[in-house]
């Protein structure tokens, strides 16, 4: 039987962090959903997870190199259990009366001895918790199932448009597959996306991949809640006459009255282009006109100039200055 630094292709003397590269490598090529059709692929995979579930525990690791330990996790001798040595070993029928069993000489507690060899729990590669005592193999949680591979965390940044509207964004895993993601109604900074089967590989399949958005904060967009907030420039004239002009929303240009006479400040309203809220329904586009005015205009100085002659009204009466 090859030892298990050979089924990892590792050296005897190899690190930790050789091993569980090695591990990996491994187990990426040979996972059973990339070999649906090759079984020894399939047990090959299971090899050598059992491998590096043993190598990958300091004290397991230690008692194989020694000896103390097949590569199964089954301790060699003195405890008669396939080893060289069968001396008080168990045996069938040997109670009084040749009924039921015992074992010989003091009559140890076995649980109490294989917890001292194996340790009472461990992590698999995949951070599942082992049976107490387990005897290596497959890194299994507390029911005995193997335990699936660790989960892959990714932070996604999104622009604020493609966030607002919903549109699907790229990302790409470190097994090197790229995959297009749906964003999901409600999204926001620390919003979490959770892809099933796409994380670590392990003996008890793949774990997920864990995806955090980052909304990107927008030059002139800014969110309120479920809104969408703009400051809008208009020219003097649009603001006295009124005029119809373009204005930029999450989800392309539109066409916004400007009513005759309004003021800087004044904030009009763009149904439905904001965010998507959690129930499929989206907030609005709030957009505040800011009237534009140019410098060093000599026309429009002396048209200021002949109208305040003719007297003007205090804009500032209703605050009592």
């Known amino acids: 039987m090859a030892d298990l630094y050979s089924k990892l292709g590792v050296k005897k003397g190899a690190d930790e962090a050789e091993i569980k590269k090695a591990y990996r490598k491994l187990a990426k090529e040979l996972h059973p959903d990339r070999n649906t059709d090759n079984p020894k692929a399939t047990e090959r995979f299971a090899d050598v997870t059992s491998a590096y579930d043993l190598l990958s525990d ?28 069968g001396g ?24 109490d001895i294989f917890e001292g060899i194996f340790g009472r729990s461990r992590g698999g590669p995949g951070g599942g918790a082992r049976r107490p005592g387990g005897f290596g193999g497959f890194g299994t949680q507390g029911g005995g199932m193997p335990t699936k591979g660790a989960d892959a965390n990714y ?13 699907p964004q790229r990302i790409t895993l470190s097994s090197g597959k790229t995959i297009d993601v749906k964003l999901p109604n409600g999204v926001e900074t620390g919003t979490q996306m959770r892809l099933g089967g796409q994380g670590e590989p392990g003996p008890g399949g793949n774990g997920d991949a864990i995806i955090t958005v980052e909304v990107r904060p927008h030059r002139f967009y800014t969110r309120d809640g479920d809104d969408v907030r703009l400051d809008l420039p208009i020219a003097l004239d649009e603001a006295v006459a009124g005029a119809k002009v373009k ?25 439905g282009k904001g965010f998507h809220r959690k129930d499929g329904s989206r907030g609005d586009q709030l ?10 205009d000599s026309e429009l100085e002396a048209f200021v100039e002949k109208w305040s002659a003719k007297g003007q009204r205090n ?6 200055v």
Do not use: C, H, W
């Open 58 to 85: 300091r004290d397991k690791r230690a008692q194989y190199d020694r000896g103390e330990i097949d590569e199964q996790g089954n301790p060699r001798g003195p405890f008669g259990f396939g080893g060289r040595g």
């Open 88 to 111: 008080g070993g168990f045996r069938p029928g040997a109670g009084p009366g040749g009924g039921g069993s015992e074992f010989g000489a003091d009559a140890a507690d076995f649980g």
């Open 155 to 167: 932070r996604l940044a999104v622009p604020f448009e493609d966030a607002a509207a919903l549109k």
């Open 247 to 271: 204005v930029p929303t999450v989800d392309g240009a539109v066409m916004l009255g400007i009513p005759k006479g309004s003021g800087s400040g004044k904030t009009l309203r763009l149904k």
């Open 287 to 296: 957009v505040t006109v800011m009237i534009d005015i140019p410098a060093d």
């Open 315 to 320: 804009p500032r009466a209703n605050l009592g």
